[in-house]
Each structure stands twice: as structure tokens, then as C-alpha cells.
T-cell receptor, first 116, second 114 residues
């Protein structure tokens, strides 16, 4: 158990809908990362937050947004969902106390999103 | 062309075999290299982390980095059925202003058979 929790484990929804995925980092970790894993693209970095502020951005669609709250949990919001958004979404956290990266990233169990 | 290339396998070996997993990369800015193991329906877990060219050993696992060739490897000695998983290479550089974006290979599926 990595200490990173994600809810829900599974989510089934329809095209055009909006969903929110939630992540609680390991106790004391300031950085939260979101990744998308699909069969054709593999594991891809979406976005990083450090202590409430956006720190790094990857290939995140404009329909997707994220935030990190004062208690350090994070939410990934996916809107106007398309069939191609079906994937595993992982959250990871790291200590990264200096905010410069390179601390080990610990991954949560993931949320499996199915868009019908 | 992807920044990180990894043979997807699947790779099937008998128990006790030595396994070699490899990745090549094109971005010379990558400085830090990792290997993650992912069991089915689980999140990736870090196996090895290395910075410099050369070898790093941890138990049955050896990570090898050749920055001049942009090539990294993971060797598993005395492979066990419990090693059956997908192995992902990952790499990163220091981003301007901080941040840590991992770039992953597509993963190699390994099956160790009794």
C-alpha cells in the first residue's frame, strides 16, 4: 500500500458528462501528480500541483482541469467526456519539500473511467 | 517518434532465468531514470532509481544506464513467478521553475513460468 488513496475505483458514465476524481496524497506529501494510462498511449503525465499551486503541465486537454486544496487533497475534473477518455487515471504524490522535484513518486491504485 | 521507446513484449521466461528489459530515449535532457513495476489492476511501484551512467544493484535487480547511447536496462536475476508484471521505464529532467514530469515507456509485460 503506497499510502495514496483514490476514489472512486471505478466510474462508468456517458459521453458529454462531467466527472470528478479524487486523490489523497501520502501524509505530509506536498506534491500531487495526475497521470492517464490508456492502452494505446501508455502512462502519460497530465499535471502536477505543489502545495496548492500548479507546478508542471503535460498533455492535459482543455476539457480537463485539476486543483489541490489546502488540506493537500486533489481533484481532477473531466468534462464533455468522449469515448477516448476511457482510461485508468492515476494520482501520485511525493515529498518534494523543496519543490524542485526528483523525490520518489508514489502511485495510488487508480480510477478506472469508462465512457459509454 | 516517442521520446521513450520500450518493447511491449509480452516476454515469457522460465523461473530462474535472467531477464533483460530495455528502453531507449531521444531526449538528451533526461538525467534521472527509474524502473517501475505494475501488477495487473494496480498502480506502478518504484523498483529502481538511478542518475549516473553505470550499474546500480538492489538484490536481484540491476539497473544500467548508458547516457551516451541513450539506453537503459533492467536486469532481473533468478526470476520468480511473483515477478510477473508490467515493467515501465521512466525518466525525467529538472524542469525550469521546479516540477517533476515523468515520461514513461509503454511498458514490457513479463511472465515468469514455473
Amino acid at each position: 500500500d503506497s499510502g495514496v488513496t483514490q476514489t472512486p475505483k471505478h466510474l462508468i458514465t456517458a459521453t458529454g458528462q462531467r466527472v470528478t476524481l479524487r486523490c489523497s496524497p501520502r501524509s505530509g506529501d506536498l506534491s500531487v501528480y495526475w497521470y492517464q494510462q490508456s492502452l494505446d498511449q501508455g502512462l502519460q503525465f497530465l499535471i502536477q500541483y505543489y502545495n496548492g499551486e500548479e507546478r508542471a503541465k503535460g498533455n492535459i486537454l482543455e476539457r480537463f482541469s485539476a486543483q489541490q486544496f489546502p488540506d493537500l487533497h486533489s481533484e481532477l475534473n473531466l468534462s464533455s467526456l468522449e469515448l477516448g477518455d476511457s482510461a485508468l487515471y492515476f494520482c501520485a504524490s511525493s515529498g518534494d519539500r523543496a519543490g524542485v522535484g526528483l523525490d520518489t513518486q508514489y502511485f495510488g491504485p487508480g480510477t478506472r473511467l469508462t465512457v459509454l | 517518434q516517442k521520446e521513450v521507446e520500450q518493447d511491449p513484449g509480452p516476454l515469457s521466461v522460465p523461473e530462474g532465468a535472467i531477464v533483460s528489459l530495455n528502453c531507449t530515449y531521444s531526449n538528451s535532457a533526461f538525467q534521472y531514470f527509474m524502473w517501475y513495476r505494475q501488477y495487473s489492476r494496480k498502480g506502478p511501484e518504484l523498483l529502481m532509481y538511478t542518475y549516473s551512467s553505470g550499474n546500480k544493484e538492489d538484490g536481484r535487480f540491476t539497473a544500467q544506464v548508458d547516457k551516451s547511447s541513450k539506453y537503459i536496462s533492467l536486469f532481473i536475476r533468478d526470476s520468480q513467478p511473483s515477478d510477473s508484471a508490467t515493467y515501465l521505464c521512466a525518466m525525467t529532467d529538472i524542469l525550469t521553475g521546479g516540477g517533476n514530469k515523468l515520461t514513461f515507456g509503454t511498458g514490457t509485460q513479463l511472465k515468469v513460468e514455473l
